[in-house]
């Protein structure tokens, strides 16, 4: 079982952890267009690559994002958001 | 004694052709070039062929024939889905099937075993009856059936589960059949040869010459190839492609793992899928018991074992069949599925006009592969999809107008 | 007769204890220490298993689990190794998949239609005509398989351990027993595994080294063993290697999953078969078998044999061989080199630049034909040489045990100079020494095992110490016009069969892999991949090195699955009240995790039809303590809950409650719930049972996006609630309460002491008009759930569970999320308009509805009653058709006692929505019942 370093609680299994998705920065819901919209609900950026994502620390209910490559399956860092 | 293998055994010289024809030198043009040398990709080129005339086709492989989700997956063929759309769809999937071995002249195994959709909840068996009045309202056969009927059919299941969940009754899906994945794209691969299409394997696309909004040829790593057709039916490997085309999708790649046991002699006769204990099972005509379970929960561009997906799915296995407990699993392996939001594939035209998509196929692509090359080589070859795959186009999510396959799907395969 | 030999010097049989054991019906003999292989073939028996696909007879080919030429079952257990289970008193063990017994297996008759079946040949039948072939697949499975599994077989559960360590090594032979001991010495933590009984590996048997299993040896175990930091694991195997260095080892008890810092793998590697015609006759051994055969087990492996050489090891095995008092016929040497010095045997015939072109014999070897050969395969059969023999003990090359190596992602090289793959590079924190890396020879073996563990201290980075050093001979194949020169013997897979493949286009590795299924068998190819690769690698001319393997996938043996699950793990919730349930018999059903009471008392519709009747017409109590429950605070808390849900909470009034809609960024319902405001700063909010999780999931990450002052602490465990419901409710709750209840009987909220606890107490009326939410710590909801009991005993007060509770919602109307709504439901389809807030500026989903807005609706959400209700009711999720197309579906049905009538909701197309239309509902039986559109609440419902 992968390991993941959490912020808080350092290196613990993978299946303490939930993934979130990609990080995605929400358009201004007043001035986008339609299809900005959809395109931010729906579309992801799905090719290879170094990518922030959100996980969650079960156990301890603690949100993070981690750079991870989902090519190699190699965590970069691990931050809170804003904290970058 | 066949007589194919009684003139196998006396022929001095090797009686059989070979099965794909394989050119040394990639032409500089084609009127179409379909990228990804999988069961889709292939049926593609045999029905650009077969049905449209269109013989001056390049298939262009990275790998080998058959080396990605179409030689991976667990071979499962069914058309219980919970859409209409869906329903329709893999249904006339099945309708190719029943007698693909006999058109391509190739022994698919195409084996009829049925399908039982275990329930273990009140809220299972309220999804079982909804897909099963949608598929008999499409002409499908499906119903929901009892216990009685599990154990009649599986006579060594446990119905309790070891006490933990035990099973309500089940979808019953008799067209539910399995195959000899390898073959499909063997199969395909050389009737598509025999018509004239040239394919590539060990050849990679590197970019895609696209100019005015229009698909003017790809690159490879063999060079280049004018064309005014492109197909993308690369399954885990999408994103790739349409990050070339410049495209966004809904698309996230996640591995879908399976293994497999020793052989045994047979006594597993039917398909069993459990949604609840996130398993399904069925045995090979080699004997192996065929095994996976829920989609691995995060995006992944590879297809590395874990090994608590092979203790959960062990687990589960055997509060279902408790007497297997010594029974091995030899080998165990995973694919790269191309999920999408609404768990239905993305089929057609693109914003790039020549570029057409073949996509989305998550954990459901092999059953519909004979239907997924007869329709995209249509829509290939008139620019234009037929009704079938209407609710299958990419600017469903654009419009909010999603497919909603996700409470079949999600259990299924 | 027997073949036990006198004592050998490392022997792992006890001769002080034996046992009898049977085998396909007769009796034998074994030691203490035996395995079913060396046991037989002590006893002199020869044919100990059928091949899989021609039912050829087999004997021992690597007695190392390398081949499953002896595959066993006991009525329990099948495709039992023989050549590693160790014999037990009383075992009672038949041969897999023969007819009529491994000696006279009628099936061998597949021999001789073998021509007939070439690789893949059920390609290119059987298909036609179409009807006919179930009849040829149903005989085909039969034929296919191994074992005869037992459905009687009992569930064993096994225990699983998790280990950590600061260096595992897997493989204890002398390179791997060298690096434990090394990196213990520098103060590491250290697993050493080894699959077989003893450590030693090469050592213990390959005993004309000179070096043997002497002082060498015993020095090594004994340091291994007095020193604290070794762990060793015996009997075990690291089944495959999985990201982070995490190996499950499997022993025969069970699987330990060891979490290791570095690892070493000295894993050996596999001695491979000669391929030449009938090589597969019992008596035709790998030369290590016939060393394990002799050193281990003290079994002399044939009366008179030959050794068919390709390297330096079968001039050892033959010395071996002379030693144990077997009659040396001939050795075969595929090259024309000179034997080693100081290994050269006395007076006996050696045959340079020969090959063996065929062996002779029907269920044993009785002979070979030797013939000089051009080292390529093709043999000069003019001058061939008939030897008698019993026996052949083949030395003709390796292959590394590389599994673990390529799961971790190392790459490898094949070396010309040793004929063998060897690691060319390797991932950071996985190090390779001894055979696996090339290196051969007692010393070098010992010093890269201590090379291989200062890398993995740290203390050196070098791959590989020493160049490769054994070369074998790198084509021991010859061609047969016969063929039945098998490559494969799990498959039984010819020479010819590569070539067919090769010419019909599947000329790449994995293709001919799948073709011919080369390797696919049980042992996974570790004595035929790599004879496999040098075919592939001769047709398509081109080195081996670009021809490249295949992947090795877990697992490295085979994992029982029993193992693989462990004991199974199924957490279960219980409410504080689960007790008082059970004690008052409820039926339980599962909502998740959670156990909740569905219905009290014997007869479920009984029950039901009274407790709906309590509720109604006097007072029911529901346990609702799996609902979510969260406590925010904050001055922010308001606009947090403003962004998070699609009401208004910024104006809420303190002591009151709001319903909340949750929508997820496409605008579909994900969950509703009710927010409390019990002061300025604080409300108390609460989400759907199966949901809980999710939600306070989704709000501490929005919380964390949103960057608002706000603290949200999840009261789910640690707070139980229930719902008092029905016209005494409040009457009820009065006696124990001082509160005006009066003052929250429209949709308020207050904190106060109920039967002597402090409890919120929430006018919910999701199931009644009337109706109390009472919330409170886990510790004290028992005694006030029993006050309100007692207190209730005499007005016809009960417990009721979640069957009657649908069907109270029912009755007023309220949907269930869910239940009644789906993964694209949003809330225009299910009516819910009302609970959206027109002015705000943000909320999840708001941008998506107004998108949505825009399109015509698709369906809608309504209720309906059935003017004739059929006896048996239309399921729930049975279609409602509008001209024969599916319009919508039933989501929720049920006849209601209080309104004497069948309910429900439906969705319907929009046009068809509007009270007293008239819609179809395809009943499951394929009749269609006429519905009839409802305003909701149903009228004459609440109480």
Not at chain 2, 136 to 163: H, R, T
Not at chain 2, 297 to 326: A, C, K, N, Q, W
Not at chain 3, 834 to 843: E, H, I, Q, S, V
Request: proline share 6%; charged share 20%.
């Amino acid at each position: 079982m992968k390991l993941l370093k959490c912020p808080v609680n350092g290196l613990r299994p993978i299946d303490e952890f939930a993934y979130g998705g990609e990080l995605r920065e929400m358009p201004d819901p007043q001035s986008c267009s339609d299809g900005e919209w959809a395109d931010y609900v729906f579309n992801r950026t799905g090719a290879p690559g170094v990518k922030p994502e959100w996980w969650y620390h079960i156990p301890s209910g603690t949100w993070f994002v981690a750079e991870r490559n989902t090519v190699t399956d190699m965590v970069e860092r691990t931050y809170f958001r804003g904290e970058a | 004694m066949p007589y194919r293998l009684i003139k196998f055994a006396f022929s001095k010289q090797h009686p059989e052709a070979a099965f794909f024809r394989q050119p040394a030198q990639i032409r500089d043009s084609y009127d179409a070039v379909i990228i990804g040398g999988g069961g889709h990709g292939l049926a593609a080129a045999y029905y650009l062929a077969r049905d449209h005339g269109i013989t001056n086709v390049a298939v262009l492989e990275r790998g080998y024939l058959g080396g990605g989700n179409t030689g991976r997956n667990t071979t499962i063929i069914r058309s219980n889905y919970l859409t209409p759309e869906g329903v329709a769809f893999y249904d006339a999937s099945v309708k190719i099937w029943e007698n693909l071995s006999q058109e391509l002249d190739l022994n698919l195994f195409y084996s009829n075993r049925g399908h039982f959709t275990l329930a273990h909840t009140e809220s299972a068996m309220r999804t079982m009856r909804w897909r099963a009045e949608v598929n008999k309202q499409m002409g499908v056969k499906s119903e929901v059936l009892g216990p009685d009927d599990i154990q009649q059919a599986c006579p060594q299941i446990d119905l309790s589960c070891a006490g933990h969940a035990p099973i309500l009754g089940a979808l019953y899906h008799a067209p539910g059949s399995v195959a000899r994945h390898d073959g499909v794209a063997w199969g395909y691969g050389r009737a598509a040869s025999q018509m004239g299409v040239e394919i590539f394997q060990n050849t990679e696309v590197t970019g895609l010459d696209i100019r005015g909004g229009r698909i003017h040829g790809v690159q490879t790593n063999r060079g280049n190839i004018k064309t005014g057709k492109v197909l993308s039916a690369v399954a885990g490997f999408t994103p790739r492609i349409t990050q070339m085309a410049g495209i966004r999708t809904p698309i996230v790649i996640h591995p879908l793992q399976a293994c497999v046991t020793e052989p045994m002699k047979p006594w597993l006769n039917t398909i069993l899928v459990s949604g609840s204990l996130h398993v399904y099972v069925s045995q090979s005509s080699r004997g192996e018991l065929v095994m996976g379970a829920a989609l691995d929960p995060y995006e992944l561009h590879s297809t590395r074992s874990t090994l608590d997906f092979v203790e959960g799915l062990s687990s589960h296995i055997l509060d279902m069949f408790p007497f297997l407990s010594g029974i091995k699993v030899v080998r165990q392996w995973a694919g790269m599925a191309d999920m999408t939001p609404d768990f239905a594939p993305i089929m057609g035209r693109t914003p790039v006009a020549g570029f057409y998509l073949d996509a989305g196929w998550g954990t459901w692509g092999f059953k519909a592969t004979p239907i997924s090359g007869k329709t995209m080589a249509e829509t290939m070859a008139r620019d234009q999809e037929p009704e079938l795959i209407d609710a299958f186009r990419l600017s469903r999510f654009r419009e909010f107008e999603l497919t909603g396959e996700k409470g079949a799907a999600a259990v299924g395969h | 007769m027997s073949y036990r030999l006198p004592q050998q010097s490392g022997e792992w049989i006890d001769r002080n204890l034996t046992f009898s054991f049977s085998f396909e019906g007769k009796t034998y003999q074994a030691c203490n220490g035996d395995t079913v292989s060396s046991a037989l073939w002590a006893s002199g028996v020869r044919v100990l298993g059928r091949s899989f696909k021609y039912h050829r007879p087999r004997g021992v080919l690597s007695l190392a689990n390398h081949d499953i030429n002896v595959m066993l079952e006991n009525g329990i257990d099948i495709n039992l190794r023989a050549d590693v289970l160790p014999v037990t008193a009383g075992m009672k063990l038949d041969a897999v998949n023969t007819a009529g017994g491994v000696v006279k297996d009628y099936l061998s008759v597949l021999g001789w239609l073998a021509p007939f079946l070439p690789a893949g040949f059920y390609y290119k039948a059987f298909h036609r005509p179409r009807l006919l072939f179930p009849f040829w697949e149903n005989i085909i499975r039969r034929m296919a398989g191994l074992g005869v599994m037992n459905p009687k077989a009992p569930r064993l559960v096994s225990p699983k351990t998790n280990l950590h360590c600061d260096v595992l090594v897997v493989g204890g032979g002398p390179a791997g027993m060298n690096a434990a001991l090394v990196a213990a010495k520098q103060g590491a933590r250290v697993i050493l595994v080894d699959e077989n009984a003893r450590l030693g590996g090469t050592l213990g048997y390959d005993s004309s080294s000179g070096l043997g299993p002497g002082q060498q040896l015993e020095q090594l175990c004994e340091e291994i063993e007095a020193h604290a930091d070794i762990e060793v694991h015996l009997s075990s195997y690291a089944a495959g290697y999985y990201a982070d260095h995490l190996l499950p080892l499997i022993g025969p008890e069970g699987m330990a999953k060891v979490r290791t810092r570095q690892l070493i793998v000295a894993s050996g590697a596999y001695e491979q078969p000669a391929v030449f015609r009938n090589n597969d006759l019992p008596g035709i051994m790998l030369g290590s078998a016939a060393q394990r055969l002799i050193q281990r087990y003290a079994v002399k492996p044939f009366e008179r044999g030959v050794v068919l050489a390709g390297n330096e090891q079968a001039w050892r095995v033959a010395l071996d061989l002379l030693a144990a008092g077997v009659e040396l016929a001939a050795v075969i040497d595929l090259r024309m080199d000179p034997p080693p010095a100081g290994l050269i045997p006395p007076a006996v015939l050696v045959y340079s630049g020969y090959c063996i072109y065929e062996a002779v014999g029907s269920s044993g070897l009785e002979g070979v034909w030797a013939c000089p050969w051009d080292g390529q395969g093709n043999a000069d059969q003019s001058r061939a040489i008939y030897i008698p023999c019993d026996g052949i003990a083949m030395s003709v090359g390796w292959a590394p045990a590389s599994a673990l190596l390529y799961q971790a992602g190392a790459k490898m090289k094949y070396d010309e100079d040793c004929q063998q793959f060897v690691p060319d590079s390797l991932p950071p924190g996985v190090h390779a020494a001894g055979r696996v890396n090339g290196i051969y020879g007692l010393a070098d073996s010992l010093a890269d095992g201590e090379r291989a563990a200062l890398g993995a201290l740290g203390l050196s980075s070098v791959i590989n110490l020493l160049p490769a050093s054994q070369a074998s001979h790198p084509w021991p194949l010859v061609e047969h016009p016969k063929a039945k020169n098998f490559v494969d013997f799990d498959e039984d897979l010819q020479l010819k069969d590569f070539a067919t493949a090769a010419q019909e286009g599947f000329n790449n590795i994995e293709l001919m892999k799948r073709f011919t299924t080369v390797g696919m068998g049980p042992s996974q190819g570790k004595h035929s991949n790599m004879n496999a690769i040098r075919v592939l690698a001769r047709l398509r001319d081109e080195p081996i090195q670009r021809v490249g393997s295949t992947t090795a996938r877990p697992f490295f043996h085979p994992v029982p699955m029993g193992h693989l699950a462990g004991r199974s793990f199924h957490p279960v919730r219980h409410t504080p009240l689960h007790g008082w349930h059970q004690q008052h018999e409820a039926s339980f059903t599962y909502v998740g995790a959670w156990q909740r009471p569905a219905w009290y008392g014997p007869d479920k519709a009984t029950a039901i039809v009274n407790e709906v009747r309590a509720v109604r017409h006097a007072a029911g109590l529901i346990d609702v303590g799996t609902l979510g429950k969260f406590e925010l605070r904050g001055l922010e808390a308001g606009e947090f809950l403003e962004r998070f849900y699609t009401g208004h909470f910024l104006q809420q009034k303190i002591g009151t409650t709001r319903y909340a809609l949750l929508l997820d960024e496409s605008g579909v319902i994900t969950d509703d719930g009710v927010v409390a405001r019990l002061a300025e700063d604080f409300y108390y909010v609460t989400a759907s049972t199966s949901n809980a999780a999710a939600v306070y999931r989704e709000m501490t990450r929005c919380l964390q996006l949103w960057g608002l002052e706000v603290t949200i602490v999840n009261l789910t465990g640690s707070y139980a609630a229930f719902n008092i419901a029905g016209p005494l409710s409040r009457q009820l709750m009065e006696g124990l309460t001082t509160a005006d209840l009066k003052q929250i009987s429209n949709g308020g909220a207050i904190e106060t002491q109920v039967a002597g606890q402090q409890a919120r107490v929430m006018n919910v009326r999701f199931v009644s008009d009337l109706a109390y939410e009472v919330h409170a710590p886990a510790q004290s909801i028992l005694s006030i759930w029993q006050a309100l009991v007692e207190a209730g005993q005499s007005c016809g007060l009960k417990p009721f569970g979640i069957d009657a509770q649908r069907l109270l919602r029912l009755e007023m109307g309220h949907f269930i999320v869910g239940h009644d709504t789906d993964g694209l439901t949003h809330p225009f389809e299910a009516g819910l308009d009302w609970a959206l807030a027109k002015d705000k500026t943000f909320y999840i989903g708001q941008r998506s509805l107004k998108i949505k807005a825009n399109k015509p609706l698709t369906k809608k959400l309504v209720g309906f009653t059935l003017p004739h209700p059929p006896a048996n009711l239309p399921d729930e999720c049975t279609l409602v058709l509008e001209q024969g197309r599916i319009a919508g579906r039933v989501t929720s049905i049920a006849f209601s006692p209080t309104l004497g009538q069948v309910i429900g909701l439906a969705y319907v197309a929009p046009e068809a929505g509007i009270a007293g239309k008239r819609f179809v509902i395809r009943h499951q039986d394929g009749s269609d019942v006429a519905a009839i559109v409802s305003k909701l609440p149903f009228s004459g419902a609440a109480a």
